[in-house]
């Protein structure tokens, strides 16, 4: 029996590896995946700086805040609010122009006093500036593509934009004092026609300057 015994233990014992021999598979460690998994717990817990893909991290910490916007984007985003602004404005001023050069070919025109005459002569001509003055930032964007001139292009553009709003408020004054003209009394049409431009002078130019103001003293307070 002890003989039976003995042999069993001498083959268990030929069957195990040995340790003794300098095995690559020797000291390894039996769990390693769940221990690094505690490491790196412990390192985002202790507020250690975390290695890695960058892909694999949130996008939270790449963003950028408003205050440090860069100068392309930038350029970009008010290069578009532009395009935007000049859209609406070319409407207006592309219809009331149209309606404009079709009055000089109605029967009742040439019936008109030298004063309506004038009036409309000069009401065309600031309709035409202001048409030339609203198209004028696409025009210089597309004769300067590419020649990374888009700082001084969005700069020009903006005071385009701003100058052609004052010839097309001046072009609706001109229409109004024409059409008035021949529907009211010489003097009514006047007083009409100035209380329109000046509630566009309040609306265009006023409020914005009235609005600034107010953002400055809330910025000082």
């Known amino acids: 029996m002890v003989a039976q015994l003995m042999g069993s233990w001498i083959f268990y014992r030929r069957s195990m590896p040995s340790w003794d021999v300098k095995s690559p598979m020797a000291g390894m460690r039996v769990f390693p995946a769940k221990e690094d998994a505690m490491s790196m717990t412990d390192e985002a817990e202790s507020g250690a700086p975390q290695t890695g893909c960058p892909c694999c991290r949130t996008a939270g910490e790449h963003r950028t805040p408003e205050s440090e916007e860069p ?10 609010e532009i395009l935007q602004e000049t859209r609406v404005a070319q409407t207006g001023v592309q219809i009331l122009f149209g309606f404009l050069l079709s009055v000089a070919f109605t029967a009742h025109f040439h019936r008109l006093e030298t004063f309506d005459h004038v009036v409309y002569v000069i009401t065309v001509i600031l309709g035409a500036s202001a048409t030339g003055a609203l198209i004028a930032p696409v025009s210089i964007h597309r004769l300067l593509s590419g020649q990374r001139m888009k700082d001084h292009i969005v700069i020009v ?11 097309l408020a001046l072009t609706i004054g001109g229409t109004l004092l024409l059409l008035l003209h021949v529907v009211v009394p010489s003097l009514l049409a006047e007083l009409l026609v100035g209380g329109v431009m000046l509630w566009f002078a309040v609306c265009w130019y006023g409020l914005p300057a009235w609005l600034r103001r107010r953002s400055a003293r809330d910025d000082q307070a």
């Open 157 to 167: 553009a903006g005071r385009l934009m701003v100058f052609g709003m004052v010839l």
């Open 71 to 80: 100068e392309r984007e930038r350029l970009n985003r008010k290069w578009n």
